[in-house]
């Protein structure tokens, strides 16, 4: 935590943070009951110990699901050993933000133990001393530490944060950093709340551990915690609603780092959950299901959970090869994005000055493996320099804006720039669009690479390479082959059926070789290849450039052909 520790106070606008289809708040994801069964396990919450005399934190508890299942472990643990149950009062303790919740899990949890047959007066008592209305990102503690934090922290995206709570949060949380979502905060908070030897087990969206905003919760967590396993488990496997994140299970303990069991849980049937618990409590014995890492990751570097074996091929790749914008001149970029296409997007023969316009290159113009001529033009709003232009100097476009200008002065960056509101969000680089570029449209299941000879410019689902050390015939067939593949699926976050997608951070990663090492007869080869989309052959040559008889067998959805 960074920053002074006063606790402002926010309206209840700071925390409206808007409305699922379910009718539901942002980051509300109640877990199901076999799953919270499996993260007790997890973090160790055993009926058979002295539960009475720790204590257990559930920092947005919901309507209750791990309050509940934690209660009745600790009733079971206490009367066992003949605790006077009112003496329990810290050995819980549950906040959420959101009062109704809180309502939802003291009536939970109020039931739970009067069927547990706990008098009555004990059980308001427990209720009222365990679970508070609170951000739990902003409470005091009080100096209480806990043995075991166990949860399912909310999804929220700072975008859906008011200004004022995303900058106080920032100021506490050195790891919310760049567009970290809250739960990466969450999971800072609760590490610090740990007793030494204590544990965590969340279950989480797994996007921290390899992505950019996740880095400083990586160093924080490898400097000073150690994981102890991790959980994959399949999209919508865990929750009883849908979401978009792909959930894990991680255990993080405050001690020094070991080995590391990483487990596939797939789509987490109570069946699946059962036999994954067993095998944790077997230790060692049950490591059919684990795969084991003796060392785990450094510093901020991503969890790359795919295999010691392909993670050795992955790491001698890397240390032979350079990353492929370390090439001098060569670049990734994305395409233009306007904040709104229906107006910035017009026909060549539009009422607008024709100097403004530049044709611009769609993904419905790349069809069955081909780039087909495109048809439209974007509205260019910068001149060469990089500039806003002068709208004075061109009267039909202005009256053009002036004619659409609600909707223009709607978008975030009118909004955020009212004297310049009719420019587009990204600039244009009028230079980019003579030159040739390799063009790789940004959706899942399309790995595709495309070489557009410098007639247009990409659209903002579109991204582009140039390159003046590389042929971009050569490079063109080098991206199109397994062995990038086999680095955008090492790194990439995986998605269901095992497609992969091309994104900027995981383009960023490939690794090539010096366009100047490879011999002149395998550049043509492999400039052949690209033109003719022969995959077969791109990937042999690959191998060749690369140096390498072949690539672990790596499981993804080839759709290249
Ligand atoms: C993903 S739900 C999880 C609920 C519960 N742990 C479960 O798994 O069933 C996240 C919860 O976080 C709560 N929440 C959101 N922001 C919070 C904050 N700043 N402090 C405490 N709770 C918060 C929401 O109200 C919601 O109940």
Not at 127 to 156: C, M, Q
Not at 244 to 259: L, R, V
Request: glycine share 6%; proline share 4%; hydrophobic share 40%.
């Amino acid at each position: 935590m960074v920053g002074q520790l006063f606790t402002p106070t926010f309206s209840k606008e700071d925390y409206s943070v808007g409305i699922r289809t379910d009718g539901e708040s942002h980051g509300v994801v109640m877990t199901k009951p076999h799953v919270v069964s499996l993260l007790l396990d997890l973090v160790g919450y055993d009926p058979k110990e002295a539960l009475d005399q720790c204590a257990l934190l559930e920092p947005s508890c919901g309507k209750g699901a791990f309050v509940v299942a934690a209660a009745r472990r600790l009733i079971e643990s206490a009367r066992a050993r003949n605790v006077d149950l009112e003496t329990l009062g810290l050995a819980v303790f549950a906040t959420d933000i959101d009062e109704a919740h809180i309502e939802e899990t003291k009536a939970n949890v109020y039931e739970a133990l009067l069927s547990l047959e706990v008098p009555e007066p004990t059980v308001s008592l427990l209720v009222e001393s365990w679970i508070k209305s609170a951000d739990f990102l902003l409470h005091d503690f009080d100096g209480r530490t806990y043995d075991f934090v166990v949860g399912n922290p909310p999804y929220i995206r700072i975008e859906q944060l008011s200004r004022a709570l995303l900058s106080e949060y920032r100021c506490r949380y050195e790891s919310m950093s760049d567009r970290a979502d809250l739960y990466v905060p969450f999971i800072e908070r609760s590490l610090e709340l740990l007793k030494p030897h204590g544990r965590l087990t969340f279950i989480c969206a797994d996007r921290w551990t390899t992505n950019r905003y996740g880095a400083k919760l990586r160093q924080l967590v490898t400097a000073r915690y150690a994981l102890k396993s991790y959980v994959q488990l399949d999209h919508n496997a865990a929750f009883e609603t849908e979401v978009s994140a792909y959930p894990s299970i991680f255990t993080i303990g405050n001690d020094q780092q070991e080995e590391v069991r990483v487990f596939q849980l797939g789509d987490a049937t109570p069946d699946r959950a059962r036999e994954l618990s067993n095998s944790i409590r077997q230790g060692r014995n049950g490591d059919q299901m684990a795969t084991v890492y003796e060392e785990w990751f450094q510093n901020d570097e991503p969890w790359i959970m795919i295999g010691p074996n392909f993670l050795e091929a992955l790491r001698s790749l890397e240390s032979r090869f350079g990353l492929i914008e370390e090439h001098g001149d060569t670049r990734i970029r994305i395409g233009i994005a306007t904040g709104a296409d229906k107006i910035y997007i017009v026909d060549r023969d539009a009422e607008i000055e024709g100097s403004r316009l530049v044709t611009l290159l769609q993904r419905n113009d790349i069809q069955k493996g081909r780039l087909h001529a495109p048809e439209k033009c974007v509205i260019n709003t910068s001149v060469d320099s990089g500039a806003t232009i002068a709208l004075d100097e061109y009267p039909r476009l202005k009256a053009y804006f002036e004619s659409n200008k609600a909707l223009i002065r709607k978008r975030h960056v009118a909004t955020k720039d009212p004297e310049r509101w009719f420019r587009t969000i990204d600039r244009l680089h009028r230079d980019l669009v003579g030159e040739p570029k390799l063009i790789i449209p940004d959706i899942a299941g399309s790995t595709e690479v495309f070489l557009e000879t410098g007639k247009s410019y990409p659209h903002h689902n579109l991204y582009f390479i140039t390159s003046k050390s590389w042929d971009l015939e050569v490079l063109g067939g080098l991206l199109s082959s397994q062995v990038a593949l086999f680095f955008v699926w090492s790194y990439a976050i995986k998605m269901r059926g095992g497609y992969l997608r091309f994104q900027a951070q995981y383009l960023r990663k490939i690794r090539l070789p010096e366009p100047d090492s490879l011999p002149e007869k395998l550049k043509t080869e492999i400039a052949k290849a690209f033109c003719d989309r022969d995959f077969i052959s791109l990937d042999r040559l690959a191998l060749q450039a690369y140096g390498i008889e072949t690539l672990p067998d790596f499981p993804f959805k080839d759709t290249r052909y």
